[in-house]
């Protein structure tokens, strides 16, 4: 439902926050899982890249209805590359978030 030129805009302002990021002196930042179509929330020509820990639901009845608050890990799948997977060990990087945002993009262009 996205209009062609709002997903090329989008997918570029995401290229360059990633590219930005990388870019940044002193510690090196990787965003790792935070890199994925479901932490990227789209709002007409704008788009955000979150990542939620948890979501948390606060005063909800339970079946026996009592009035509880429950907090729920809350993940989506990342983009891993198979070699990091062939390799339990392997620390998150830029070459990995390369792959990933290479995923991202596909998804959103395509």
Do not use: C, M, Q, W
Not at 25 to 52: C, E, F, M, R, S
Not at 56 to 81: C, K, N
């Amino acid at each position: 439902a996205i209009p062609v030129g709002t997903k090329v805009r989008l997918a570029l302002a995401v290229a360059r926050a990633v590219a930005a990021a990388h870019t940044v002196p002193g510690p090196t930042i990787v965003l790792g899982d935070a890199l994925k179509a479901g932490n990227l929330l789209v709002d007409g020509d704008t788009a955000t890249i979150v990542d939620a820990a948890s979501v948390s639901v606060l005063g909800f009845r339970s079946a026996a209805g009592r009035l509880v608050d429950s907090v729920h890990p809350l993940t989506t799948p990342g983009y891993v590359p198979p070699e990091v997977l062939a390799h339990p060990a392997a620390k998150p990087s830029h070459a990995a978030d390369k792959f990933a945002l290479a995923v991202l993009l596909f998804e959103l262009l395509f």
